[in-house]
């Protein structure tokens, strides 16, 4: 991952692309407990309109919400006593985040291979492609699943991975954010393996309380184009990433022929919003 960034760049791209970044939930239908709004995305072919998948645009962010921040009804205060400790911990606490197919729709099936390596960390080079390396000392467990929903009917297959990685504190969490926001910077256009790409990556990110974000401590999106040797393109392209105390969650997808960014967007909400409620429960104090 990259180093820290310039804030008064970061800033520019962020307020740039505000509006769609904050939209977000909004245009998938999703509330921020993780429950589908007037029935979308709870059937796993979010009941979106709109028209097929186009370019987007993608990202900044900086590092979490100062420490003893107060709560809201959306994001609970953190009760730092429950933060693991160790690795075991937070292995145990990242099995209670994690979703599986069915909390994504019933369309989405698991991907072969499934999870990731547990001790293998991301990491995007000088020359913007990305490879694979140990975990960094600030990580105490991650994981990737990776999903997708079969071509059917003149529609392509649909890719989706979610993320949950385990900090031992808030400030980790957050400067994991923020050195997403370097990529961006650095890397508009990123090899994931040798025949898939993303290009013309924008994105934004707010903190608790900026524009639409009442729901989660910092709240990270980018967009942009995928293309694929193997599939074609270009198709959309969208992260969402999500931080509460040392938990950040994130949700990726990759588009295909014959789905609606609005569609695509839901999918990736209504993941992003389930495992953030499951992090607060975990995490958070009692109310009262």
Sequence with gaps: MGGLVDHSRGSAVLRACGCAVAGLFLIAGCTADGSPKNGAAA???????????????AGASTP?????????????????SKQPKTVAEARDLLGRIVIAEQALGPEVVRSTPFESDPGHWPVLDEGCVWQTAGLPADVLATSTRSFHIPAKDGRGRVRINTTVTVHHNREESGWETARAMEEILRCPGQKLREGEDLKNLWGGSFYRGEQMNTWTEDAFTETGEYVSAKDGGPYRYIWSQAQF?????AVSAKGASGITED????????GTSRMMLQAKQELGKAAG
């Design 245 to 249: 105390g040392p938990v950040t969650v």
């Design 263 to 270: 569609s695509l967007d839901a999918f990736v909400a209504q």
């Design 64 to 80: 979490a919400a100062p420490a003893g921040s107060s709560g809201s009804e959306l994001v609970p205060e953190l009760d730092e």
């Design 43 to 57: 059937s796993g072919t979010p009941a979106a309109s709109g028209t097929p998948s186009s370019p987007g645009g």
